[in-house]
Structure formats: structure tokens, C-alpha cells
């Protein structure tokens, strides 16, 4: 079977959906709760500590072209099992991405819309749709959601837009923070979610037909600042929009929408933004099923890569389905426990990883040149 | 309890109603795959229809990675 592969277009569209997907739901409510008026500064810290790891993917990348997969690339830097350590550690936090990601989108149904439907029917069929999209393969799902990105990106905006009327610039102010501890506990929320996620785009890079490099990192670098100016910017009209009261509203874009009211033509468009929340969502868990999928089937050297999507499939319905006990289980887990285990276990990795390919080569060359 | 059953069910009915013709062409090697997949889905199913308290992947990672988060973010709210 051909290996499929993308544009580097597709790529940054890929980044775009995944950055902004559930994030641009889930994350100006605990980031105004934690740091306030201050949040949009700590997102833009955030930013940056992505945009270092984007830096260590795109340096991996340059020595990766060629590759048949990311696991063959670290195999050939670290050795077989450390190979197998650092595959195992992006599998187990994929395995608690995705099926948060659905959990996320069942609860928002469930809290918002639909409250006396089960769960389940929410879970299986927003994980059913995603294994069907990873089963049409990367460059169906890719081209998909080039569109879809933009979709979302377009409502997003035009929700922040049309709400102009209600923002009060005094909710930003004192523009200077009395403590730095509130900004710095914002940050480690959004460096891990969602962010420092963008390490699991590794795995995607060896798939990404790029025949000039400079395009490629271009295109990766453009997305990541779009991304992270939309997120900023929705963190910045949740606070102009509620002020203090930002982080109490837990669907904040989705209650900014229903705050809407122009001339009574246009008012009560929170249907629009629910439909592309759940969008945003259903776009990232596909983009992490594909890679968890492409992780498992390597590890277990399955022949056909598709066999093991609706395995996986399952597994993540049951897991969204049993790994929250209440909302409080769901808020530690999620802005406490995964920011951690994305900062300090995973990027870690991508650091140490990109080291290992730095030192590899570099003594390649020194032999090389000797 | 049923109605979950049933789910469960219609899931596994849905997915080998797909994958049927891909299960029948599988080498030794991808049913030794799939079969390790199965395990942990077995576990988690067991939890979900019979809405059982027991161990779950979260708590595992809750265990290794929740008290140095906890204390960060206790750090940081200044309560350590």
C-alpha cells in the first residue's frame, strides 16, 4: 500500500483544527478563572511555548524526509526500545486526548441541549463518525478539513464580531497583574492545552510531501500564529464581554453568542457556535484517532493499518465513558492533571528526541567531514 | 444494565460489520494484535455496563501524574 501524504497547506489547516478545535470552547472559562483580566497575556506565553515546540518538530523534521514513519525515524536515533518507550508515551496520552476530547463534546450536550439523553448516544456517535473519516485516509480527511477549518474559523470570528456592542475596555483593566502566580498557573494550563499538544504532530510530519522545506515551516508557523491569535483574541472578547464574571461562564463563546442581539434580525445564533464547537471537536479527536491508530498499528506491526481503528474506537467510547466521575473529576483531570502530563512528559520527549537527532547527526557529520 | 448491554452490542455488531472482509484476510500476527486490543476493551466494558468502581486508565494516570501537579498548581495558588 502507498504511504498517503499531505500538502504542507493541509498540514497547517490540520493545525489550525486541532489548536483551535475544543480549545477555543474549553479554554477562555478556567483561564479567566484563573489569572482574570491578565488570561490573554498568559495565552500569549502559552503561544510561544508552543511555537519552541513546533521549532524542535520542524528540526526533526529536516532530518526525517525519507522516513517511512516518525517510529522508524526515533528508532534510527534512540534504538529500538527507546523507541517503543517514546511510541508507548505518546499512545497513553492520546489515549486520555481523545476520549476527553468526546467526552467534552458529550457533555456540552448534555449540559446545554439535550440534558435527559444518555451520554453514550453523544460519545459512540461523534467516535463513530471520527473512525469512519480515519478510515478514508489522511489526504480525505486533510482535504475535509481545509473547508471545515475554515468554517469554524469564520463563525468564530464573526461571533466576536458581531458581539463588539456588548465589550467594555475598562473589564481589561488594571492592565498590570498584582501576582505573578495567577499568570503563571494560566500559562501552564495553556502551554499543556492546547498548545503544547501541537508535539503529537510528530507523528503526522513523515506524511507531508513538501518539496521545498521553506514552505513547509512557513505554512507550519503561519497556522500556529493564526491559531494562537484566535485563541487570544476569543480569550481577550470572553474577558471585554463578562469581565469578571468570564469565569464562571463554563461554554463562554457559546454564551458570548447568545448574548447577540443586532436590531432583532440577528440574535440567538448560539446554535451557529454550538454546531462549530462540535466541529472543532469532532476535527481534533479524528486528527489524534489517526495518529493513535498509526502509533498502535506500528507498535503491534499489524499489515493493514485500518484494522486497528475500530479497536481504538471502542476503547475511546468506553474510556469517555467511565473516566469522569462528576465535573469536578473532569476539571482536575483535564486543566490539572493533562497540562502536566503534555508539559512535562511530552514535550519533554520532543526535547529530548530532537536532541537525539541534533547529537546523531552531528557526529555524522563530524565523521563525515574527518 | 440492559441498555447498555445492547450498546455495546450494536457498537461491536456496527464495527465487524465493516471490518468483515479486513477479519478475514488477517495474518496470525494482526489477530495477536487485535487480540491485544481487546483485553483492556474487555476491562472497560465490564466497567461501563456494570457501572463498576474499579480501576481506570484515569486513575492510573491520576496516580502517577496527579500529586506533582497538584503540587505545581498548589504552588501557584499559593497554598503549598
Known sequence: ?370 | MAERLAVVLLLFALAAGIQRGELRRMSARDKFGLAALMVPMAYLIVIFVLQADWPNWPDLLRLVFGPPSERIVGMLKGAV
Open chain 1, 1 to 370: 500500500m502507498n504511504k498517503e501524504t499531505i500538502s504542507a497547506g493541509q498540514l497547517a489547516a490540520l493545525i489550525i483544527s486541532t489548536v483551535v478545535g475544543s480549545g477555543i470552547v474549553y479554554i477562555p472559562n478556567p483561564l479567566t478563572a484563573i489569572a482574570r483580566q491578565h488570561a490573554w497575556m498568559s495565552m500569549i506565553a502559552a503561544y510561544l511555548f508552543g511555537w519552541a515546540v513546533l521549532c524542535c518538530l520542524v528540526y526533526m523534521h529536516r532530518h526525517m524526509r525519507g522516513e517511512a514513519s516518525f517510529f522508524s525515524h526515533i528508532r534510527k536515533m534512540v534504538g529500538r526500545p527507546l523507541a517503543a518507550a517514546a511510541a508507548l508515551i505518546l499512545i497513553c496520552l492520546l489515549l486520555f486526548a481523545v476520549p476527553a476530547i468526546v467526552a467534552g463534546i458529550a457533555n456540552f450536550f448534555t449540559s446545554v441541549m439535550m440534558k435527559e439523553t444518555p451520554a453514550y448516544v453523544f460519545s459512540s456517535t461523534s467516535l463513530i463518525v471520527c473512525a469512519l473519516t480515519v478510515r478514508a485516509g489522511l489526504e480525505v480527511m486533510a482535504r475535509m478539513f481545509v473547508l471545515l477549518a475554515g468554517i469554524m474559523l469564520a463563525v468564530s470570528l464573526a461571533v466576536l464580531l458581531l458581539a463588539t456592542p456588548g465589550y467594555h475596555l475598562e473589564y481589561l483593566l488594571p492592565l498590570a497583574p498584582q501576582s505573578v502566580k495567577p499568570l503563571l498557573h494560566a500559562f501552564l494550563v495553556a502551554a499543556g492545552f492546547p498548545f503544547g499538544e501541537v508535539l503529537l504532530f510528530c507523528v503526522l510530519l513523515p506524511y507531508v510531501n513538501a518539496a521545498k522545506p521553506g514552505s513547509l515551516v512557513r505554512k507550519l508557523f503561519g497556522s500556529f500564529a493564526i491559531a494562537g491569535a484566535m485563541m487570544t483574541v476569543s480569550v481577550l472578547c470572553t474577558i471585554l464581554a463578562f469581565g469578571p464574571a468570564a469565569g464562571s461562564f463554563q461554554y463562554s463563546l457559546y454564551r458570548l453568542a447568545s448574548e447577540i442581539q443586532i436590531a432583532e434580525i440577528i440574535q440567538r445564533i448560539e446554535s451557529v457556535i454550538g454546531i462549530t464547537m462540535i466541529l472543532g471537536s469532532y476535527m481534533k479527536a479524528t486528527v489524534y484517532l489517526y495518529i493513535l491508530n498509526i502509533l498502535v498499528a506500528e507498535c503491534l506491526g499489524l499489515s493493514d493499518k485500518r484494522l486497528s481503528v475500530f479497536p481504538l474506537m471502542l476503547i475511546c467510547i468506553f474510556l469517555s465513558l467511565t473516566m469522569f466521575d462528576n465535573p469536578a473529576d473532569f476539571y482536575t483531570q483535564v486543566y490539572v492533571i493533562w497540562p502536566f502530563m503534555v508539559v512535562a512528559v511530552g514535550c519533554s520527549l520532543i526535547l529530548a528526541l530532537t536532541l537525539a537527532t541534533w547529537v546523531k547527526y552531528r557526529n555524522a557529520e563530524k565523521e563525515g567531514g574527518a
